[in-house]
């Protein structure tokens, strides 16, 4: 096993747990508040990972970029060269239902998407059916009980657009249950499975599509702090 074309880390440089945000800034972020002892292992691209420690088990976070085909590049190789197992991805949504506010915490339990990876990838002839492990979602929902943080679980859309000419179909998905719109999760969560390893999305509210409101990137930040202790107390729970 030598080092991958996108992430360049060495061989038991990255840990088999990692956390994934988007922004690599992000994954600097929660490296630098709240892993011990963290080294940097990739700024390939300024997509930063770092590996150190919380509460004494060994964890990595990987920024993975906007979208699924960038998303699915860190995926693939956090996964095929580096034998990484839980993958949590750590991002932000918008809110497709009334149910959610701003700032709430969201589990993405399933994914549907319109993105075409999953056709090709079934021949056009299955609607794969991209879910998170039950055994994260389940620790996952205690840890954030035992915290009394409100989170949601239900079903999000991973979407390849962020700027769509249809939002009217927003409103067929929140009428099927759908909760939030999201860019990477139904890629976490089918790749997981190639793999055999386990994954979870967790996701804040960052706007909400129905009223238009937003949060500042302060109140991101915030919120996003929360859900970033639920994911690594999951992980803490799952070592």
């Not at 702090?225 to 690594?232: F, N, R």
């Amino acid at each position: 096993m030598g080092m991958s074309t996108h992430i360049g880390a060495k061989p038991g440089e990255i840990a088999p747990r990692v956390l994934l945000p988007g922004d690599p800034l992000r994954a600097k972020w929660i490296a630098e508040t709240y892993l011990e002892d963290a080294k940097c292992y990739s700024n390939v691209r300024n997509m930063f990972g770092f590996t150190g420690t919380y509460h004494g088990v060994s964890v990595s976070v990987q920024g993975s970029g906007m979208g699924m085909p960038s998303a699915s590049i860190y995926y693939h190789e956090l996964l095929s060269d580096y034998g990484a197992r839980v993958l949590i991805r750590v991002g932000s949504c918008g809110a497709l239902t009334e149910e959610l506010q701003l700032r709430d915490v969201v589990a993405a339990s399933a994914s549907s998407t319109d993105s075409a990876m999953n056709r090709v990838r079934f021949d056009g002839l299955i609607d794969y059916a991209p879910v998170a492990s039950f055994e994260l979602l389940r620790k996952a929902v205690d840890v954030a009980a035992d915290k009394e943080l409100p989170m949601h679980v239900g079903q999000v859309f991973a979407a390849d657009a962020f700027y769509t000419d249809r939002p009217d179909l927003f409103d067929r998905l929140a009428a099927y249950g759908v909760l939030a719109v999201e860019m990477e999760s139904a890629a976490l969560y089918t790749l997981a499975a190639r793999f055999r390893a386990r994954a979870l999305t967790l996701l804040t509210v960052s706007d909400h599509i129905k009223t238009g409101a937003s949060t500042s990137s302060h109140e991101r930040e915030q919120t996003f702090a929360h859900m970033v202790e639920v994911a690594l107390d999951t992980v803490v729970a799952d070592a």
